[in-house]
């Protein structure tokens, strides 16, 4: 295929692509308007599965399918970080000597860390209740735990962080994911459906039938994901060193 060519291509795609995006906005509810037939939508259908959460229903119930692919894009970047990062054959790995952290320092992350952790604990458990869920507290309860590294050493932080048993949590709760659409499947719905459990008690933890499931494997997947992905980045700057490195 010559350059002139793949330029064409790109041209027409491009000008296609544009077509359609006009004719979308032209479609929109006018601004500030009082008509928003996908938000009435997605709020009456998570009032229906008793989910107070309408953002959690959205991620975990109407669009769960996307969510999946959006999993699927940190579990393969995180994949691919850690196939990059391995230590090679002309690297090696030095111990990191004891660092030595201000008083203030120490003293602050040492308090907020088991705070901050129990707060993205709480975010993932709540998901379907509260603003948060699985990606946020995810997140959060990952960083909070090298609140340590800053707060003590290297050597500290990995302690408490086995870097093997993270990737598995890792593989598990993507898989705990895929598991839970397969059941639906298994049970004559459609894939994620959100038809396994009773909906419960409207604004209690065990409200929205698989919603908790999906967000509970979603918060662990990222933090675990969180984890072995700040691993490989400290490991290259803190232990892996060159072999002709001074």
């Known amino acids: 295929m010559t350059r002139r060519l793949r330029l064409w291509i790109l041209a027409l795609g491009g000008a296609g692509l544009g077509v359609l995006l006009v004719a979308a906005c032209l479609r929109l509810p006018g601004f500030g308007g009082a008509s928003h037939p996908y938000g009435d939508r997605a709020v009456h259908a998570s009032l229906a599965r008793r989910t107070a959460n309408t953002i959690a229903s959205v991620n975990f119930d109407q669009r769960a399918f996307d969510t999946l692919g959006e999993m699927s ?73 090298h609140l340590l590294y800053l707060g003590a050493d290297y050597r500290a932080l990995e302690r408490i962080r086995p870097v093997g048993l993270y990737e598995v949590g890792d593989a598990l709760a993507a898989s705990a994911y895929l598991v839970t659409g397969l059941a639906g499947l298994i049970g004559g719905a ?10 419960g008690t409207f604004n209690t933890l065990s409200s929205g039938g698989t919603i908790p499931l999906l967000n509970a494997a979603i918060g662990m997947e990222v933090a675990c994901a969180v984890v072995v992905l700040l691993a490989r980045f400290l490991d290259q700057a803190v232990e892996i060193e060159q072999e002709d490195a001074k």
């Open 190 to 199: 459609a894939f994620l459906a959100n038809t396994l459990l009773p909906y």
């Open 73 to 145: 894009i940190l579990f393969a970047s995180v994949l691919g970080t850690v196939v990059l990062l391995r230590q090679t054959r002309d690297e090696r790995r030095a111990k990191p000597e004891p660092a030595s952290v201000p008083l203030p320092v120490r003293r602050y992350a040492l308090i907020v860390l088991p705070v901050a952790l129990l707060t993205g604990l709480y975010v993932i458990a709540h998901g379907q209740l509260s603003p948060g869920g699985g990606f946020q507290g995810g997140v959060v309860a990952a960083t909070a735990l």
